[in-house]
């Protein structure tokens, strides 16, 4: 709950409505915290917890009058284990090397942003991002935020942006080479993150929302157990609960 969070400061406001990203003809309203600046990876973490994402400095959670289809998820990644579509996937992509950059702006990344928008989400406004509105959105940030790239060889093949919590990591945003119709990069960034979690003792992976209704969100049901934030509860989501939400 909102009341109970240790920080006195913060004030949220609704935003007037606007068109939904994800379900088409739906109506979207957002509930966002500030002050952004004062808003750090303790906070941060605790606002997480209680349903917020960010994109860039601004932290929102869902906040829609009649609709309740996005719902916050996570992977414990303790009891978390790959089903063998999964393990044949990590096995695949096992050859990406990892590497931890700084949180600046880089023209190879930029274009693999817009080649990836134009293929996987073409007409979703996202497409004709500038340098400045990528800026923006992905490496704008007042936490504690990784940006990791994945090359096989020399060949830049995925970008994941990630936040570092106090319980876990948060995936902000994950791109890759569109390209590979036969690779399972999405996959493999969100078993890549679940791993790195386990190594650094820490207990969840938060996969922001999940919308029945949505094929481009729900593909977080593919990963056991999940638990969503549910009536201001996290808890565990079986095949029915799944189903049943929307």
């Known amino acids: ?13 609704a935003t007037a409505p606007y068109s939904c990203s994800y379900l088409p003809e739906r109506t979207a309203r957002s509930q966002v915290a500030t002050p952004s600046h004062m808003i750090d ?15 860039g400095v ?16 996570r992977v414990p990644v303790a009891r978390f284990s790959p089903n063998r579509t999964q393990q044949r996937i990590w096995r695949k992509h096992y050859q990406l090397s990892p590497r931890e950059l700084p949180m600046s702006f880089d023209e190879e990344h930029y274009k693999l942003y817009q080649r990836y928008q134009r293929l996987r989400h073409s007409g979703g406004g996202m497409d004709q991002d500038s ?32 936040d570092c919590l106090p319980d876990g990591l948060s995936s902000v945003y994950t791109f890759y ?17 679940i791993e790195a979690c386990r190594q650094m003792g820490r207990d969840y992976v938060y996969l922001g929302y999940y ?36």
């Not at 009341?3 to 913060?10: A, I, Q």
């Not at 990876?41 to 994109?55: K, T």
């Open 58 to 73: 601004f932290t929102y959670r869902p906040y829609c009058d009649s609709c309740r289809a996005c719902v916050p998820v």
């Open 41 to 55: 990876s303790a906070l941060y973490g605790e606002l997480v917890r209680s349903g917020f994402r960010r994109s």
């Open 211 to 246: 919308i029945r209704d949505c094929d481009k969100m729900n593909y977080k049901r593919r990963f056991h157990p999940l638990e969503g934030r549910v009536q201001g509860q996290w808890r565990e989501l079986g095949e029915a609960d799944l189903d049943a939400l929307g």
């Open 131 to 162: 340098r400045e509105q990528y800026t923006h959105f992905l490496l704008q940030s007042h936490v504690d935020t990784r940006l990791v790239e994945f090359r096989e060889g020399d060949t830049l093949r995925m970008v994941s942006i990630i």
């Open 1 to 13: 709950m909102l009341k109970d969070l240790p920080y006195s400061f913060l004030q949220f406001y």
């Open 177 to 193: 080479d569109p390209d590979q119709t036969q690779a399972s990069y999405g996959t493999y960034g969100v078993l890549w993150q």
